[in-house]
Nanobody, 127 residues
């Protein structure tokens, strides 16, 4: 069965850190660009970050630059999102998505069109 599974979401205090994982089964991630998105209650889906197949291209939304870091471990078929200095406004369900089209991850990231989506993991930042 082809699927993406996110994990690592939790309840943390402001200023805390989390590492989200996005693991593929049924296919290998090494030929896919990966994007992370989030959706807070009552709001639309928001792009967070993306990483290209070659790893040399990454992109971060303005509000997470300097706090979040995306990486991939193709041997583990997993992409990570390290989130530091978390803020209450980071509270959302976080989704990862995979697509093989385009020359860089930003091609899919800006349109939101991906072949595969995960089910999401909840991140709550609260004191």
């Amino acid at each position: 069965q082809v699927q993406l599974v996110e994990s690592g979401g939790d309840l943390v205090h402001p200023g805390g850190s989390l590492r989200l994982s996005c693991t593929a089964s049924g296919f290998t991630l090494d030929s896919y660009h990966i994007g992370w998105f989030r959706q807070a209650p009552g709001l639309g889906r928001q792009g967070v970050s993306c990483i290209s197949v070659s790893k040399d291209t990454t992109y971060y939304a303005h509000g997470v630059q300097g706090r979040f870091s995306i990486s991939r471990d193709n041997a583990k078929n997993t992409v990570y999102l390290q989130m530091n200095n978390l803020k209450p406004e980071d509270t959302a369900i976080y989704f990862c998505a995979a697509d093989s089209g385009g020359s860089s991850c930003y091609d899919s990231y800006r349109t939101g069109f991906y072949k595969y989506w995960g089910q999401g993991t909840q991140v709550t930042v609260s004191s």
